[in-house]
C-alpha cells in the first residue's frame, strides 16, 4: 500500500505565477488534510476535504488560495499570484475516516523568486 | 484557541541516553495526540498515537504519555541512538474536524 504521495517534491515559481500542488492519499483514504510550514515556524492547518468537499477552510488564507478534491484525481492546492511570502513546504495528510490517525507525504517544497 | 508548545526547542545527548522530550497544551479537551518524527528536507513519519481515553503508547524503544488533567505529553526513547536524531513533533486533535495543532518541535541530537 502506498503511502501519501506529492508532487512536485519541488517547485520554483516566480512572483505573480500559479502553483499547483497535487496530494494523492493513501488507498482507501478519502479525507485530505493540507498543511503549510514556513521557516522556523510550526506546521499550520490550511484545510481539510473529503471527496468533492470542502469541510473545514479556517485555515487558509482568504485570497489567492483554493483547494479541492474530486471525484477521480489527486486533492490539487491551488495558489494563484504567488508571492515571496508563499515559500514553505506544503504537507498533505490522509486518514480513513474523522479523528484516526493522519498519514503525511513528503511535502512539497514551493520557492518564490 | 489550543497552544502546543515544545521545550526545550533543541537536545544534544550522547548515545546511548534515555531521554524525555515534553509536550504541553493549553485545553485539555483534545481527542487524541500524535508524536511524529521529521527529518530534515523530509516529511513526517507517525510515530505514536494517543487516543484521549489512554494514558500511554509504546512501540519498540519510543513511550509517550498522555496527562490530559494537566495538559501534557511524553515520548521517552530508550537507549538512544545516532539514527536518532531528527526533529520530534507534537500535535494535538481537538475533535473540530481532526485539525492537528502543532508545537514547533524538538530536534534532537545523539552523539555517536
Known amino acids: 500500500n502506498a503511502g501519501v504521495m506529492q508532487n512536485p517534491r519541488h517547485l520554483v515559481r516566480r512572483r505573480g505565477q500559479e502553483a499547483r500542488l497535487r496530494c494523492s492519499p493513501m488507498?482507501?483514504?478519502?479525507?485530505v488534510y493540507w498543511y503549510r510550514q514556513l521557516p522556523e515556524e510550526g506546521l499550520k492547518f490550511m484545510v481539510y476535504?473529503?471527496?468533492?468537499?470542502?469541510?473545514?477552510e479556517s485555515g487558509m488564507p482568504k485570497e489567492r488560495f483554493s483547494a479541492e478534491f474530486p471525484k477521480e484525481g489527486p486533492s490539487i492546492l491551488r495558489i494563484q499570484q504567488v508571492v515571496r511570502g508563499d515559500s514553505a513546504a506544503y504537507f498533505c495528510?490522509?486518514?480513513?475516516?474523522?479523528?484516526?490517525?493522519?498519514?503525511f507525504g513528503p511535502g512539497t517544497r514551493l520557492t518564490v523568486t | 484557541k489550543q497552544e502546543v508548545t515544545q521545550i526545550p526547542a533543541a537536545l544534544s545527548v550522547p548515545e546511548g541516553e534515555n531521554l524525555v522530550l515534553n509536550c504541553s497544551f493549553t485545553?485539555?479537551?483534545?481527542?487524541?495526540l500524535q508524536w511524529f518524527r521529521q527529518d530534515p528536507g523530509k516529511g513526517l513519519t507517525s510515530l505514536l498515537l494517543?487516543?484521549?481515553?489512554?494514558r500511554e503508547q509504546t512501540s519498540g524503544r519510543l513511550n509517550a504519555s498522555l496527562d490530559k488533567s494537566s495538559g501534557r505529553s511524553t515520548l521517552y526513547i530508550a537507549a538512544s541512538q545516532p539514527g536518532d536524531s531528527a526533529t520530534y513533533l507534537c500535535?494535538?486533535?481537538?475533535?473540530?474536524?481532526?485539525?492537528?495543532?502543532f508545537g514547533k518541535g524538538i530536534t534532537l541530537s545523539v552523539r555517536p
Open positions: 495528510a490522509s486518514s480513513p475516516g474523522w479523528g484516526n490517525e493522519q498519514y
Open positions: 488507498k482507501g483514504h478519502s479525507h
Open positions: 476535504l473529503q471527496k468533492e468537499n470542502i469541510i473545514d
Open positions: 485545553d485539555s479537551a483534545i481527542y487524541n
Open positions: 494517543i487516543q484521549s481515553s489512554q
Open positions: 500535535a494535538v486533535d481537538t475533535g473540530a474536524n481532526s485539525k492537528l495543532t
